[in-house]
């Protein structure tokens, strides 16, 4: 048994390797460092090689800046032996290198690939490169985070999930696989972020002199703002790994993350400055909010009632779907602006309030109401301001505690 499942597992990773391959495009591993790191490099890459995947899904292309080395005889052997395997590509730039212009090095050389951005901080578990490789052709054009832990809250203000870190433990039971954050801010230096092919098309994302003036204490601002700025959706991976179990230098990490938030308010206002409408940006993003429902022939009586008080709401909605099972939609005979009908094939019942809406819109935040009861003035603006403190778990008004008898 264990082989035949040895075999099914080893051919749909070949599999997934021809469909990349075919189509040149192998994910292109970027890694940075100076002098002073190199020797974390080396085990990073092997980290990266070891793992359990067809070599001929990436690269790992290593970028150094040549006045640190006197070219490839003041790299370690080891560098050396990698490159001549043709595990690792190595480019010496004359500029100095900073985490957007490795970017624009890495475009410009290869146009028809992904790239995937890592730090030198930690190694990877067995898995790691995987899972991006399965959540990049599930998801092409998202960009894939390994890990979240900072979002824009209310106000954008710069917030942490409440179980994101605690001491030096990353909280991994507080992520969502494959969740579309649209508010969230990357975090390269645990686990990186995979950019489909041309992903950035604005081309002030790549103007060095604005960065360095507005993010430079923080590329992963920078990169988080552009993917807002271009509406592009930046979705969790498919898998949460505790990273804080391969970080390499644990002292230079709690020296990076001590004042990781504060930098980052810092960061914001600064960048709000050269972008004005950021802030809104944000703001807009978070309101990707619907209103899902459904009725029955016997309750469409009281649709009209229920308008009102959405239409009353502190916090107003136009967003609004009501689904209906495809043999009840001939006894609707209600003119309601605002709201879309959606014709359910299957009589899904209590579960239409929500299922097909979802379906439909999967990159909203959903919030469900049911069509007999009246709704005070607070409702969806209590509901909202819950949510984006706490994107990434179920809000609500009331809940009852679900107990359990011996059966």
């Not at 051919?11 to 495009?25: A, P, Q, R």
């Not at 978070?286 to 239409?311: V, W």
Request: proline share 2%; glycine share 2%.
């Amino acid at each position: 048994m264990f082989i035949i499942f040895s075999i099914i597992y080893l051919s749909y990773i070949y599999l997934i390797g021809c469909i990349i391959y075919k189509n040149d495009e192998k994910i292109i591993i970027s890694l940075i460092s100076d002098h002073n790191n190199i020797r974390d490099i080396i085990i990073i890459i092997n980290s990266i090689i070891n793992q359990k995947i067809n070599r001929d899904l990436y690269k790992i292309f290593l970028i150094l800046q040549d006045q640190e080395y006197n070219k490839c005889y003041d790299l370690p052997n080891e560098i050396q032996l990698l490159e001549r395997q043709k595990y690792i590509e190595v480019e010496f730039v004359k500029e100095k290198l900073t985490y957007l212009n490795r970017i624009s090095i890495i475009q410009n050389k290869y146009v028809n690939n992904s790239i995937l951005i890592i730090n030198d901080i930690c190694t990877f578990p067995n898995g790691w490169l995987e899972m991006f490789v399965k959540d990049h052709i599930k998801y092409p054009k998202d960009a894939i985070a390994a890990s979240i832990q900072y979002f824009f809250g209310k106000n954008t203000k710069i917030t942490e999930f409440s179980e994101g870190f605690k001491g030096s433990k990353f909280g991994i039971f507080n992520h969502v696989t494959e969740m579309i954050f649209n508010i969230a801010i990357i975090n390269i230096d645990l686990g990186g972020i995979l950019y489909p092919k041309n992903f950035f098309q604005n081309s002030t994302f790549y103007n060095t002199e604005l960065y360095l003036k507005s993010s430079k204490d923080s590329e992963d601002f920078w990169q988080s703002a552009f993917i807002i700025i271009e509406d592009k959706n930046l979705r969790q991976s498919s898998k949460i790994f505790d990273y804080t179990k391969y970080i390499i230098n644990d002292k230079n990490y709690k020296e990076i993350y001590a004042n990781k938030k504060d930098c980052l308010e810092k960061t914001k206002l600064t960048f709000s400055e050269y972008f004005p409408e950021f802030n809104e940006l944000v703001f807009k993003r978070q309101k990707k909010i619907i209103i899902s429902m459904t009725s029955y022939p016997q309750r469409f009586i009281y649709l009209p009632e229920l308008f009102d008080f959405i239409r009353n709401q502190t916090f107003y909605i136009n967003n609004i779907y009501l689904s209906l099972y495809k043999l009840d939609i001939k006894y609707y005979n209600f003119n309601i602006s605002d709201l879309k009908i959606i014709s359910a094939d299957k009589n899904l019942k209590p579960h239409l309030k929500y299922f097909y809406s979802m379906k439909l819109n999967r990159n909203y935040d959903i919030i469900t109401i049911d069509d007999d009861i009246g709704y005070s003035k607070d409702t969806f603006e209590s509901l909202y301001n819950a949510y984006i403190e706490n994107p990434n778990i179920i809000c609500e008004r009331r809940a009852h505690l679900m107990t359990f008898k011996k059966n």
